[in-house]
């Protein structure tokens, strides 16, 4: 194992974006090691534990009794003298009691071997493992170095003997790790959350509409991800999936405010798209504003850095500000506007794809007595 675990090391110091390759085992150290002659032990009524219990007294110590000095308690230990227990080259001449008491000695039933032997053993999942590892250069991702030198292992892999492999560690691991434990949650969380939207929206093609604008994120926090250099793991996963809230709650407040306005002003659908997006614009392009701004300092943080420029990315690429004019219509000046960007760009377009038969319809409540001025609602439009 120890000689695959090198091999390993020797393709990870031919790769030029590793700093320092080594195994986290170490040297091996000197050490003694007794083999018992099990038939000369038998014939002097002699263990293997007698024999172990014997030298561990000898060499180590042992306790055979307990003094109190005043409050403390003082442990008297039993071994040999000093230039007996330090001279390991000698441990041959050391004498053990038989069960009838005569002394005899170690070299009688033993023989000593000297060999070496690893100094700390790395135990992972109740497994003997060794760990080649190395730090990277500025500018390149772990993930990136560990996918890149997985091929070139194959020939390695190959010649194992049975029971030993390689394994991925480090960075990949720990995001696999990260990945499994939201995913083992995840059916929970979309079922809770499907549940709070159809309190929300109260209809299948309203919550459609919300969890089709969930991912439109995607092309900036991709966008944001590339130009920074940051890698897309565990930690911007869960950016992601932040960012999928904001973008729908986005959506709900939108979708809303279509309604309301078609219900309560009774616009046809059409003017109360164009008019509750212009009148919408401005808080959610704020509050994402607000929120990028928060995610700044957490951008030069190695850890949560990936996640910061995912939420930044999306909400950068997915709200926009509104661009508004004047038309005529019927002889009247009435204030219409075109958003940028994805979610004041997209949904209004989504929503007015998926009631495009309505558009032009007027609401079936009755209008109040005094039907609403569209010029004074672009005026409080601007006015916001």
Known sequence: MREAA??????????????????????????????????????????????????????????????RVGEERVDVVARAVPNERAALDRLEDLTVATRDGTPAPVGQVARVIRTTEEPIVWRKDREVGVTALADVVDGVQPPDVSRSLWPKLASIQESLPPGVRIEMSGAIEESQKGNTSIFTLFPIMILAMLTLLMVQMQGFSRLAMVFITAPIGIVGASLALSLAGRPFGFVALLGLIALAGMDMRNTVILIDQIETDVRERGLARREAIVFSTMRRARPVALTALAAILAMIPLSRSAFWGPMAFTIMGGLSAATGRPRAKLRRRDGARVRSGRVAF???????????????????????RPKPERAPNLDAIGAATAAE
Do not use: C
Request: proline share 6%; charged share 20%.
């Open 6 to 67: 090198t091999r390993v090391r020797d393709v990870m110091r031919a790769d030029p974006r590793l700093i320092d390759p080594h195994l986290n085992w170490g040297e091996k150290m000197p050490s003694l090691r007794l083999e018992v002659d099990q038939a000369r032990a038998r014939a002097l009524g002699l263990t293997p534990q007698d024999i172990a219990q014997t030298l561990q007294t000898l060499v180590g110590g042992a306790t055979v009794t307990t003094l």
């Open 342 to 364: 994805l979610t004041l760009f997209l949904l209004p377009s989504i929503y007015g794809l998926w009631r495009r038969r309505s558009l032009g319809h007027e609401s079936t």
